[in-house]
């Protein structure tokens, strides 16, 4: 298969993660005969020091021409900590989903067995954790009307939201629970918004078109003292777009670090595919950002077009890097493997899959596993 990749490494360590995953594309590559094409483009802080604006329009034009979009990580302290900035580097996230018609907010939740003892929480309220949430993504707060009065004391944020936002994402949804353990809980706050309460009459309704699934709702509050208590009750979660970004945060403590979290952004006609944590200038540089969530999001792009046997073949060498205590020092302070040699690492085991694995740490040094 051919496939352009549009690769928006974005701010902080989002450079080095992205150069990770796509070691692993390339593996991929080399083991399944595809041939993948990427290109870089500019957004976020990144793009605004340059050209003046978080998404420039020959970014935005690349993403219209691309297959998929491996996206990195946006944001910097140099505007996040001025409130009177009036461009900022998430402008340029949220533009682009607009642009490209991004809905729908993908993000998988799943222990690892290998991880379980690092989570803060008690292995036995964890150990069967696999849940899916469904984030509207266009939607809700983030793109309602903003207000702020003319003396700064008196601001408001719209929160609005259409049938047809509701359904397309709600569709979706329950076509996942099918494939999965057939459970679709909406989680809002019907109680108090009324936009919550659009959410439920939508949900309902629709609900009624897939019998085979169970539908349940929670309030926000509830859901995310749940999520905690007992993640496994949970199987897809659909939600809005403020609740969504808030939960999946949230649940990235599960599997203990948000560090392992994929997503996918998908919409009618195009797809990108980002980890949901953030820039973290602290290690912009220092090689220990940890690039797995990064390579899961290349498995999820691979699968999105239908390479499941690929996607498959990151995930186990994922999972190798893991078994073999292959980490970086957010998973295990004593780790002497950066966000680099751990790439290379599950890079080198895609190609070298069915191999026999001896570690050597004269090569690791270097920035190499040795597979004999």
């Not at 797809?271 to 940890?290: L, V």
């Not at 998973?331 to 966000?339: A, I, P, V």
Request: glycine share 8%.
């Amino acid at each position: 298969m051919k496939l352009k990749i549009a690769l928006l490494e974005g701010d902080g360590i989002g450079p080095e993660v992205v150069a990770q995953a796509v070691k692993c594309l390339q593996a991929v590559e080399e083991t399944f005969n595809h041939q993948f094409s990427y290109e870089n483009a500019l957004i976020g802080a990144a793009a605004i020091d340059k050209k003046g604006t978080p998404l420039p329009n020959d970014t935005l034009g690349l993403c219209k021409k691309s297959d998929a979009i491996l996206f990195g990580a946006i944001g910097s302290p140099k505007y996040d900590d001025d409130p009177d900035t009036q461009v900022r580097p998430e402008q340029g996230l949220l533009r682009l989903r607009e642009e490209l018609g991004l809905f729908a907010n993908i993000r998988p939740v799943k222990v690892f067995p290998t991880l379980i003892d690092r989570s803060p929480l008690k292995k036995e309220i964890i150990n069967t954790t696999d849940f899916i949430i469904y984030r509207e993504l266009t939607g809700g707060i983030y793109f309602g009307e903003k207000k702020l009065s003319d003396d700064g004391s008196v601001a408001s944020d719209l929160c609005e939201y259409s049938e047809k936002e509701i359904n397309r994402i709600t569709h979706l949804a329950f076509k996942a629970a099918k494939t999965r353990r057939k459970k679709l809980t909406l989680v809002d706050k019907a109680n108090v918004l009324e936009s919550s309460r659009l959410w439920r009459r939508v949900v309902a309704k629709v609900g009624e078109s897939y019998p085979e699934v169970m539908l349940d709702f929670l309030f926000v509050d509830n859901a995310a003292m749940q999520i905690v208590l007992n993640p496994s009750q949970f199987d897809v979660i659909l939600t809005e777009n403020l609740f969504g970004d808030i939960l999946s945060d949230e649940s990235s403590v599960i599997g203990g670090s948000i560090g392992l979290l994929p997503s996918a952004s998908i919409g009618s006609e195009y797809a990108m595919f980002e980890p949901i944590h953030g820039s973290y200038p602290q290690a912009e540089g220092k090689d220990i950002a940890n690039p797995i969530a990064c390579i899961f999001s290349a498995a999820m792009l691979l699968e999105h077009f239908g390479l499941k046997e690929e996607s498959k073949a990151v995930i186990r060498a994922v999972n190798k890097s893991l078994k073999n205590n292959f980490v970086t020092p957010d998973l295990n302070k004593k780790s002497k493997y950066g966000t680099n040699h751990v790439g290379d690492f599950i890079a080198g085991n895609i190609v070298d899959a069915d191999d026999i694995l001896n570690l050597n740490d004269e090569n690791i040094g270097l920035g190499k596993s040795t597979i004999i």
